[in-house]
């Protein structure tokens, strides 16, 4: 049983106004400290179940510690990754999130002797006024310092930006671009600004106080990226990210593949097989989603040392998380096609065709852009250009009426 696995960590030293991830800053060291120890009954449960009731060892292929600012933390992870190592694949793929505040020498070799060999570094930009608009507690010196510090110890290195935040200029991000090639980073990702509704960010827009970026905008920033990523030999893996070669998010690719994943901590998200449980479809497997609580306090109440149960929803109920009851083909289909469609994998129609039932019939739309050579058709792949990429709603659309 070969799984991805996700760790969250929801501790902040502060909150940004446009983040809504599962996140406090409202925290001291005995709730850290029994967090960890959570964590850690968590992962043992899991895993135990997995393995009773499937009769196979279950390994890791890569660990992602996303939070929150899972970069506050070095000595705290170590029992848990103890326990992590006794199921780990020999060439797995361990990432850490942090800040450039977080980051110093003694934080990356402890985290260098824990195993992690991949860093992903909250830049967000590296224009003040930036910095400012996206509440960030950094400036850029310091952000370039800790790149540069991070790829002396780890060279395996993920750069967030945000674009599309209020006041951004062309010539701004385009000097963003320029620092982010420069800086040496292999990997890089790009987010365009969201305005969720339960961050103060969110709020502001609602009342007027700031105005989202036009569509036409953002697609221009998209543009700009890909031009510069492009020239400076990087390769598109999916709509917000690129990396040098050798220098993939193998942890991403298991989310774009639709691959399965176990989620642990408050707010985090898994995605496990529904095979051999009560919520299979014949014999495609619609796979069980899983969230647990967002609330630190509320996932702690439910940390049982082990756990007996028949099915592999009844153990996600126990551990205190809900399920994606709604799941059926039609949503595995939807599901799966908005996602796969942009990245540079493309779509497996095969596996769309044993969903759907019936064989894939392009509609015209989808005729004319394989004419156009803006999509191509291989075997049972069906990737479309990364331009289309940032188009992926309509596509997505035309691509599921073709069955």
Request: charged fraction near 25%; proline fraction near 4%; hydrophobic fraction near 40%.
């Amino acid at each position: 049983m070969r799984l991805g696995l996700y760790v969250h960590i929801p501790f902040c030293s502060f909150l940004c106004h446009y983040c809504d991830f599962a996140k406090t800053a409202n925290y001291d060291a005995i709730l850290v400290q029994d967090y960890f120890a959570a964590l850690l009954k968590q992962f043992r449960s899991m895993t135990a179940h997995f393995e009773r009731t499937s009769g196979r060892p279950v390994s890791f292929s890569s660990v992602y510690f996303g939070g929150g600012t899972p970069g506050l933390f070095t000595s705290e992870y170590s029992g848990l990754l103890n326990a992590v190592y006794e199921h780990l694949d020999n060439d797995a793929e361990i990432s850490m999130e942090c800040n450039p505040k977080n980051l110093n020498k003694s934080a990356l070799d402890l985290w260098k002797s824990m195993g992690v060999n991949r860093l992903s570094i909250g830049v967000q930009t590296l224009q003040k006024v930036g910095l400012e608009v996206l509440t960030r507690d950094h400036d850029a010196s310091t952000a370039l310092r800790a790149l540069e510090l991070a790829l002396h110890a780890i060279p395996n290195v993920n750069m967030d930006l945000i674009y599309g935040w209020p006041g951004q200029s062309e010539e701004g991000w385009a000097s963003d671009l320029k620092q982010l090639v420069n800086s040496g980073v292999p990997h890089a990702s790009l987010y365009s600004l969201t305005y969720e509704d339960r961050t103060p960010f969110g709020r502001m827009a609602r009342r007027g106080k700031v105005r989202p970026e036009t569509d036409d905008a953002l697609s221009d920033r998209y543009v700009a990226a890909r031009e510069v990523l492009g020239a400076a030999g990087f390769e598109h893996d999916e709509v917000s990210n690129w990396a040098r070669s050798g220098f993939t998010c193998r942890h991403n690719w298991l989310y774009w593949d639709f691959k399965h994943f176990v989620g642990i901590g408050a707010g985090a998200h898994g995605f496990l097989s529904a095979i051999g449980d009560d919520d299979g479809d014949d014999d495609v497997d619609v796979g069980m989603r899983y969230s647990f609580p967002r609330d630190v306090r509320s996932f702690l109440r439910h940390s049982p040392e082990s756990t007996n149960a028949a099915t592999l929803m009844a153990m996600v109920r126990e551990l205190g998380g809900e399920l994606d009851e709604g799941r059926d083909l039609d949503s595995v289909l939807i599901e799966y096609v908005g996602g796969a469609l942009r990245t540079r994998h493309g779509i497996d129609l095969s596996f769309c065709e044993k969903i759907a039932g019936q064989p894939f019939s392009p509609r015209p739309v989808i005729a004319e852009a394989l004419k156009r050579q803006i999509a191509w058709r291989e075997g049972n792949r069906l990737r479309f250009a990364p331009a289309e990429w940032f188009r992926e709603n309509s596509w997505a659309s035309e691509v599921l009426l073709s069955f």
